[in-house]
């Protein structure tokens, strides 16, 4: 029996409790949230979390921090704009990309190792 056919039919029964599979309808509705909630807390939770911090590391770069921008180019930033930044990745080499290409501050992780 598909959805369609037992949720029409549960309808049809108006609150009546004379099916046996009545208490697997609820059963079932119990299950399908149940796989929500664990979907949301070990999927869709620490991505939201994740997100938030590469977004606070983008918003707080400044002047002489050294990124890895998304291409994998590793540049120190010269100079920082609203929607974009400039990033020296050689001597006397710069280019500019946007904020949203840059992923991580490598400087941080050479120092930690």
């Known amino acids: 029996m598909d959805l369609l056919t037992f949720l029409t039919f549960s309808l ?3 609150g009546e ?3 046996p599979n009545a208490g697997n309808a609820w059963q079932m ?3 399908l949230i149940l796989i929500f909630v664990v979907m949301w807390f070990f999927m869709i939770r620490p991505q939201r979390k994740q997100q938030k911090e590469l977004q606070k590391f983008r918003e707080g770069l400044k002047k ?3 990124v890895v921008t998304v291409g994998g180019i590793y540049g120190t930033v010269v100079e920082v704009k609203e929607r974009s930044l400039l990033l020296e990745v050689d001597s006397n080499v710069k280019i500019r990309v ?3 290409s840059v992923v991580k501050d490598f400087s941080e992780a050479a ?3």
Do not use: A, Y
């Open 12 to 14: 049809l029964q108006g």
């Open 17 to 19: 409790t004379q099916n």
């Open 29 to 31: 509705w119990v299950m």
């Open 64 to 66: 002489g921090d050294k």
């Open 98 to 100: 946007d904020k949203n």
């Open 111 to 113: 120092q930690q190792q």
